[in-house]
């Protein structure tokens, strides 16, 4: 079965710094991977996604993440923060075409300043 | 609208009370899913329309849910005799295309007291 684990389920980052959310996936197929965010009483917003090809992908807000098969990873990162980035943020796997997207339980960003 | 919407945004209801969600598609989207965000459990599947199949009910968690897809596009989501333990945000997302990402609309916030 598939499985999604952010093992952070809160971090707090200081305004300006560096940020990386973790993911980790288990997939038995190849994984599409997506990173969502959530803000407070609003539907999920698409940061990034990948499918194939370069592993490094660039997303929206600034946001970059990294497909590593060999760790089974997709992790997030965003050079230097802001504080409107306070927000919930959510991997998710799914496979190819149309599919149902298995989510991690999410990591909750405190931006301090 | 250029977005998925849901309705109500909120709804309080009795324990026994049977509620209907209802999800507006994009236009033209053919996929529509249903996911619940419950604290403690994360965003979990609930069941999935493509175009004229039959609908992938295996998210559902017991015979007291149920949706439908009239036309392709609307989608209504039914829970008869709440329980307190259906209290959660139920989310709709839609897919224009196999290899897009969904869309979530704002949710509906499900209160059963």
């Known amino acids: 079965a598939q499985s999604v684990t952010q093992p952070d389920i809160h971090i707090t980052v200081s305004e300006g710094a560096s940020l990386e959310l973790r993911c980790n996936y288990s997939?038995?197929?190849?994984?599409?991977l997506f990173w969502y965010v959530q803000s407070p009483g609003q539907g999920l917003q698409l940061l990034l996604k990948y499918f194939s090809g370069d592993t490094l992908v660039q997303g929206i807000k600034g946001f970059e993440a990294e497909f590593k098969r060999s760790q089974s990873s997709f992790n997030l990162r965003k050079p230097s923060v802001h504080w409107s980035d306070a927000a919930e943020y959510f991997c998710a796997v799914g496979s190819s075409g149309y599919s149902t997207l298995t989510f991690g339980k999410g990591t909750m960003l405190l931006v301090s300043p | 609208g250029a977005g998925v919407s849901q309705s109500p945004s909120n709804k309080v209801t009795e324990k026994g009370k049977d509620v209907e969600l209802r999800c507006d598609p994009i236009?033209?989207?053919?996929?529509l899913y249903w996911y619940r965000q419950s604290l403690g459990q994360g965003l979990e599947f609930l069941i999935y329309f493509q175009g004229n199949s039959a609908p992938d009910k295996s998210g559902l968690p017991s015979d007291r849910f149920s949706a439908e897809r009239t036309g392709g596009s609307v989608s209504t989501l039914t829970i008869q005799r709440t329980q307190q333990e259906d209290s959660a945000v139920y989310l709709c997302a839609t897919q224009g295309a196999a290899y897009n990402e969904q869309f979530f609309g704002p949710g509906t916030r499900l209160t059963v007291l």
């Open positions: 997939y038995g197929a190849t994984p599409y």
């Open positions: 236009s033209g989207h053919t996929a």
